[in-house]
T-cell receptor, first 112, second 112 residues
Framework: AQSVTQPDIHITVSEGASLELRCNYS??????LFWYVQSPGQGLQLLLK??????LVQGIKGFEAEFKRSQSSFNLRKPSVHWSDAAEYFC??????????FGTGTSLTVIP | DSGVTQTPKHLITATGQRVTLRCSPR?????VYWYQQSLDQGLQFLIQ???????AKGNILERFSAQQFPDLHSELNLSSLELGDSALYFC???????????FGAGTRLSVL
């Protein structure tokens, strides 16, 4: 069965510091993977996606993620965090039926 | 703005009542998805419609039902409401075969 694990419920970083949010997935075939961000009171916005090809994918707002099949991971990174990045981040895997399975999310706090 | 419109933004009702949530997908998108987001369950896929037909079913209760109309807007009907149904309900849409889903801002349902 498909599933996504985000081990970190909450992360706090200082503005300007680097960020890595962890995501591990369970899926039998080649996964389609996504990272979404949810700001307070807002819907989910797509940050980036991995379907195939280059395992390092670039997204919006300076985010990137690396697909590592051997580790079943798809970690999200940003070299320098801005205060506006404070939000909830969700990793997701989609199956062949186009059903999304979301992780429980990681809440990011950015301190000045 | 994702282009997906959900109404109403907030809904307050009493136990045992019935409500209808509405979703207008992005122009040209044929698929509509419904999700429930609660604190204890996270983001759960409920149901998907494609061009008026039910395509996939997730963790949707029998008290809940949905439909997609010829103009492609969708409605999620929640009946015999319980306190535990209080949650954010999101609608997402996609072109169809594409795996990228675009989310609306959600409807916050409070059952008192």
């Amino acid at each position: 069965a498909q599933s996504v694990t985000q081990p970190d419920i909450h992360i706090t970083v200082s503005e300007g510091a680097s960020l890595e949010l962890r995501c591990n997935y369970s899926y039998g075939a080649t996964p389609y993977l996504f990272w979404y961000v949810q700001s307070p009171g807002q819907g989910l916005q797509l940050l980036l996606k991995y379907f195939s090809g280059d395992t390092l994918v670039q997204g919006i707002k300076g985010f990137e993620a690396e697909f590592k099949r051997s580790q079943s991971s798809f970690n999200l990174r940003k070299p320098s965090v801005h205060w506006s990045d404070a939000a909830e981040y969700f990793c997701a895997v989609v199956n062949t039926g186009n059903q999304f399975y979301f992780g429980t999310g990681t809440s990011l706090t950015v301190i000045p | 703005d994702s282009g997906v419109t959900q109404t109403p933004k907030h809904l307050i009702t009493a136990t045992g009542q019935r409500v209808t949530l509405r979703c207008s997908p992005r122009s040209g998108d044929l698929s509509v998805y419904w999700y429930q987001q609660s604190l204890d369950q996270g983001l759960q896929f409920l149901i998907q419609y494609y061009n008026g037909e039910e395509r996939a079913k997730g963790n949707i209760l029998e008290r809940f039902s949905a439909q997609q109309f010829p103009d492609l807007h969708s409605e999620l009907n929640l009946s015999s409401l319980e306190l535990g149904d209080s949650a954010l309900y999101f609608c997402a849409s996609s072109v169809g075969g594409e795996n990228i889903q675009y989310f609306g801002a959600g409807t916050r349902l409070s059952v008192l």
